[in-house]
């Protein structure tokens, strides 16, 4: 599964999946972020001994509580293609941070216990996946438990997705069986074994969540879903390329709801552009159209807010 990540160069909007994991809480999807980033290479051998686990859970609350509040993510390198990965919060005390999370991605892994079925959290961020038109890959996790009933849970999975008004399209979503503690998988209902790995989840991926639909020759279209703050750079506004190229060091224009109530937008110049690598985020100098961003120089910035091209600012519908 290693193999050698590309950074700082812009990546083909055709060579790109951009992926949600979503999940009720404990049924072990920031562990099988953790898993992925291991088995595709992003952490080297002399690494794995240092390794914290749960690399996605960052902050104070969320080690404490063992759960994920934050949309986070991380992106991982499999073949030519890069998969961006998005951990969502699995509870639902933080549902907006889900919907936000979903406007990053063009598709999304649904991770149910085999043993414990959908709950309430499932059906809330599948119900929003499905609304907006999202594939699903359903990976049943914990296969190995002494109380995993897989066959009936799958059951339960195109229960909840025929009461959510699925179409027969939205039904037919690949099946993986995991083990994500282990780093492994199989297709289908089954109990991966000896030598197997993810990569058959690593290919569903790449199979069934489509390249971004996105105008990489227009004028530039992004939209802020998160923030977050350095120490040096300041405010960060991350989000999603929707349309062209965003350069380092341009002038962008900042549409926020005043812009689209009739005001003048702000201009300011790109101090910083970073795309995600690994766990990381890494500098580079352009970001094509469908690619996830992190930018710095737009003090102004909140969520729900467009950055475009100053030349033709159009903004983005509001979240």
């Known amino acids: 599964l290693r193999s050698q990540l590309q950074t700082g160069s812009p990546v083909s909007f055709s060579a790109l999946r951009n992926v949600a994991l979503v999940a009720h809480v404990d049924h072990g999807k920031t562990t099988l972020v953790d898993a992925l980033l291991r088995s595709t290479g992003v952490f080297t051998a002399h690494e794995s001994g240092h390794l914290v686990d749960r690399v996605m859970d960052s902050n104070d609350q969320e080690r404490e509580r063992g759960i994920t509040i934050l949309a986070k993510a991380a992106s991982v390198q499999w073949g030519d293609i ?72 799958l059951d339960e999975v195109y229960e909840l997705f025929m009461d959510l008004g699925a179409s027969d399209e939205d039904i037919e979503f690949p099946i993986i069986s995991a083990i994500a503690r282990d780093s492994k998988a199989v297709v289908g209902i089954g109990m991966p074994g000896e030598g197997d790995d993810l990569t058959p989840l690593l290919q569903a991926i790449v199979d069934t969540v489509p390249a971004p639909d996105a ?15 350095s120490d040096y750079l300041g405010r960060l506004a991350i989000g999603r390329v929707k349309r062209g190229i965003m350069r380092k060091g341009e002038r962008v224009a900042l549409l926020d709801e005043e812009v689209i109530e009739g005001g003048k937008p702000v201009e300011r110049k790109l101090g910083s552009l970073m795309g995600f690598t690994g766990i990381g985020r890494n500098d580079v100098d352009e970001l094509q159209a469908g690619d996830l961003l992190v930018v710095a120089g737009l003090p102004e910035a909140e969520i729900a807010d467009t950055i475009a091209d100053p030349a033709n600012p159009e903004p983005l519908p509001r979240l």
Do not use: C, M, W
């Open 82 to 153: 890069k998969i961006n990965l998005v951990d969502t919060p699995g509870h639902a005390d933080f549902g907006g941070e889900v919907e936000r999370s979903l406007e990053l991605v063009d598709g999304v892994v649904l991770l149910v216990d085999a043993a414990e079925g959908p709950l309430p959290q499932t059906r809330y961020v599948l119900s929003k996946a499905l609304a907006a038109g999202l594939p699903a890959i359903l990976v049943l996790n914990k296969v190995d438990r002494q109380d995993a009933r897989p066959d009936e849970v």
């Open 215 to 229: 105008d990489p020759t227009g004028p530039l279209q992004a939209i802020v879903t998160n923030l977050d703050a």
